[in-house]
């Protein structure tokens, strides 16, 4: 008995040790399905996502959601300690080491306090190890929870400068392309009829949001289950709208006669969806169509009243619908794992953005009235 928890003992702490390592310190996705962190995600997340799902869309649920990516974070911690310190018990129990105890009687307890205790370096001096192989274990074990504290120190600041990142790009849609945003709104926000080189610039510096959201993501999940600061508002459903818009524009817009942004903008956001999808354990969903032939209709119409027009003819909705397929799968499983709403294609009537409103509305009509209508005006 005392043989197998050494050896259980060994490979938890190994093991422990990979998963941490390959989390927080390797820069690279992991390929393997088997690990701890990802079954501990699973057990955690499944339930909590569940409970979401009963609750009715809206605030309440946005904030109850909110709070999973970093209690999941903290949890996952908490995790990796307790089985650390339950994997040197193991050790220390199995090879029975000699130990200076007010208890006559050593049990298992005893070597699992001791291996928290000096795992959080504690040093309490109640039990010590006597000189020999305890004492080197001891030793081993101090500097494996000095050095994974430094790395959750570190971690966790990591974490929050790349969401603080990925958010500072998702707020500037809010007036560049309305609340909830849309790929027909950024495309009459930013004068695709009259100003080329401002959109290819605008779908540039989406390009390279696209590449850092691959890159941190891939790097750290953990980041896709932090939600946005408003509701309207997500990673998932920014990634959709440059989509949305780099299809409109390479489906045929005129007056665009270099699409060489939208082209790489396009690429990028895609291989993002794809390889997030992969990373977070989820499946493609078949069968998606998020524009009907009568929305495609009013889509054309809004576009046409900006002054922007698309190439006529059945061949626009039918090539537009091709490169939808390519996308639109990924990111309605993204938003159906993470509990979020894609954009719609075309603005909802009367609508207004973010920073038109506010909680004073009821205080301050005149205000909100004369800021609408000026903004009408531009």
């Known amino acids: 008995m005392r043989i197998l928890a050494v050896i259980f003992g060994i ?5 422990v040790a990979q998963d941490a390592f390959e989390t927080i310190v390797l820069p690279r996705r992991v390929t393997r399905r088997i690990r701890l962190a990802v079954l501990f995600y699973r057990v955690v997340q499944t339930p909590w996502r569940a409970t979401g799902r009963f609750m009715r869309a809206g605030r309440r649920r946005d904030m109850y959601l909110s709070y999973m990516g970093p209690l999941s974070l903290l949890a996952l911690i908490v995790f990796w300690a307790v089985l ?16 200076n105890a007010p208890e006559k009687t050593i049990s298992f307890l005893t070597y699992l306090y001791l291996s928290g205790t000096t795992f959080f370096t504690l040093g309490l001096g109640d039990i010590t190890p006597v000189p020999g192989m305890a004492r ?16 959750v ?9 790349a969401f603080s990142r990925r958010e500072l790009r998702i707020s500037l849609l809010d007036s560049r392309a309305g609340s909830p945003a849309t790929a027909v709104e950024i495309l009459r926000r930013n004068h695709a009829s009259k100003n080329v080189e401002e959109l290819r610039l605008l779908l540039h510096d989406w390009e390279v949001w696209c590449a850092d959201i691959l890159e941190s993501h891939l790097s750290y999940p953990i980041l896709a289950y ?12 920014a990634l959709t709208v440059v989509l949305d818009t780099c299809a409109l524009i390479l489906t045929g817009i005129e007056g665009i006669p270099d699409k060489a942004a939208a082209r790489f903008a396009f690429a990028m956001a895609r291989h993002s969806v794809v390889d997030l999808v992969q990373v977070l354990h989820t499946s493609p969903k078949t069968e998606v169509n998020r524009l009907t032939s009568t929305d495609f209709a009013h889509l054309q119409a809004h576009l046409a009243a900006s002054g922007i027009s698309l190439k ?50 009821d205080l301050l009509p005149s205000a909100r009235q004369t800021l609408i209508k000026m903004m009408h005006q531009e």
């Not at 490979?11 to 093991?15: E, F, N």
């Open 11 to 15: 490979a938890l702490i190994l093991l």
């Open 84 to 99: 650390f310190v339950f994997g040197f018990g193991l050790l220390l129990w199995g090879l029975a080491l000699p130990l």
């Open 136 to 151: 080197l274990l001891m030793v081993i074990e101090v500097a494996l929870g000095f050095g994974f504290l430094a790395l």
């Open 153 to 161: 120190i570190s971690y966790v600041p990591i974490v929050y400068q």
């Open 226 to 237: 932090y939600r946005s600061q408003h509701e309207q508002q997500s990673w998932v459903g």
């Open 312 to 361: 006529p003819g059945v061949g626009t909705e039918q090539k537009l619908a091709r490169f939808r397929e390519t996308y639109e799968p990924f990111v309605s499983a993204l938003a159906n794992l993470l509990l979020v709403s894609l954009p719609p294609w075309i603005p909802p009537a009367d609508s207004l953005d973010d920073w038109q409103t506010s909680a004073w509305d």
